[in-house]
């Protein structure tokens, strides 16, 4: 059974940047890639980016381009998302999904979220 | 970018068969996905390329396109369907290219 478990609740800072990790278990994920789509409180989705584990290529919304950071660690299939320059519309629960590299359409397992507050 | 417009909220009654519509400009170009999401929990997906399904979602969940709508049909509708239902697409015209509908809260009456 594939899974996606993502790292506990953070609490930071405007201006700071919080650093979100998703590691996976039961696939290698070199046929998939890794996304990150957010929800702030009471709100709808929101994809943000989403990077190749194999070749470490990535591809942004244009809204987050600049912010966001994904890294991959092969020794650990753990996913890492970076988001710099927070402010307080950042607060969101933050999820890692998957997409198929051959059929990228679709998100077929998400990670439990990541609660991420921006707070003075 | 490309827009997805959900009704915000649907009530059915246990028993009975309800309709979620997801509307976008020629959307029956595009391949519609459908997620569901209960309170507090992650989004699971329930249909993809419009009525197919991935493995442990009941066969009461089907989808279909017509025109410049996309439908989501839960049929024998159960309480443990109550959630906020998303349409997606693919869009490579867009930024994002991943579209999320706007949601639908479902009401189990």
């Known amino acids: 059974q594939v899974l996606l478990l993502q790292s506990g609740p953070e609490v930071t800072k405007p201006g700071a940047s919080v650093k979100v990790s998703c590691k996976a278990s039961?696939?290698?994920?070199?046929?998939?890639?890794v996304h990150w789509v957010r929800q702030a409180p009471g709100q709808g989705l929101e994809w943000m980016a989403r990077?190749?584990?194999?070749?470490?290529?990535?591809y942004f919304a244009q809204k987050f381009q600049g912010r966001v950071t994904m890294a991959w660690d092969t020794s650990t299939n753990t996913a890492y998302m970076q988001l710099s320059r927070l402010t307080f519309d950042d607060t969101a629960m933050y999820y890692c999904?998957?997409?198929?590299?051959?059929?990228?359409?679709?998100?077929?397992?998400w990670g439990q979220g990541t609660q991420v507050t921006v707070s003075s | 970018s490309y827009v997805l417009t959900q009704p915000p909220s649907v009530s059915v009654a246990p028993g009975n068969t309800a309709s979620i519509t997801c509307g976008g400009e020629?959307?029956?170009?595009?391949?519609v996905h459908w997620y569901r999401q209960r309170p507090g929990q992650a989004p699971v997906l329930v249909t993809y390329?419009?009525?197919a399904r991935p493995s442990g979602i009941p066969d009461r969940f089907s989808g279909s396109r017509s025109g410049n709508t996309a439908t989501l049909t839960i049929t024998r509708v159960e309480a443990g369907d109550e959630a906020d239902y998303y349409c997606?697409?693919?869009?490579?015209?867009?930024?994002?290219?991943?579209?999320f509908g706007t949601g639908t809260k479902f009401t189990v009456l």
């Open positions: 999904t998957r997409s198929s590299l051959r059929d990228w359409y679709y998100f077929d397992i």
């Open positions: 039961g696939d290698r994920f070199t046929t998939h890639y």
């Open positions: 990077i190749n584990p194999s070749h470490g290529d990535t």
């Open positions: 020629n959307i029956g170009s595009e391949t």
């Open positions: 390329y419009d009525d």
């Open positions: 997606q697409v693919w869009d490579s015209d867009s930024d994002p290219s991943y579209v």
